[in-house]
């Protein structure tokens, strides 16, 4: 059964940078349009950013200049490049995406398993 991998996490202070990955199990499988979400402790889950699969992008307000979602379809991954961290971007991690399968639809709402950022001192 395919899954969607989340990687990248972890502690990173004020100011600093991390990249989080979303892999798509299986060579056949790659990523059409997704997304990425986060959910803070005691908060609901937002969304982020996301890309189409023709490459348009849109991302939310409070990460818009910060933030930047890529796709890269000879690694079938999704990126989410955080630059200037917060401590409110601390939050659980997760990719959304629909799937190709060989290059043709194969289904949408595919979720991670999620990463955890911690932006403190």
């Known amino acids: 059964q395919v899954q969607l991998v989340e990687s990248g996490g972890g502690l990173v202070q004020p100011g600093g940078s991390l990249r989080l990955s979303c892999a798509a199990s299986g060579s056949i499988f790659s990523i059409n349009a997704g997304r990425w979400y986060r959910q803070a402790p005691g908060k609901q889950r937002e969304l982020v950013a996301g890309i189409t699969g023709g490459g348009s992008t849109n991302y939310a307000d409070s990460v818009k200049d910060r933030f930047s979602i890529s796709r890269d379809n000879t690694k079938n991954t999704m990126y989410l490049q955080m630059n200037s961290l917060k401590p409110e971007d601390t939050a659980i991690y997760y990719c959304?995406?629909?799937?190709?399968?060989?290059?043709?639809?194969?289904?949408?709402?595919?979720w991670g398993k999620g990463t955890l950022v911690t932006v403190s001192s």
């Open positions: 959304y995406a629909d799937l190709l399968r060989n290059g043709l639809y194969y289904g949408t709402g595919y």
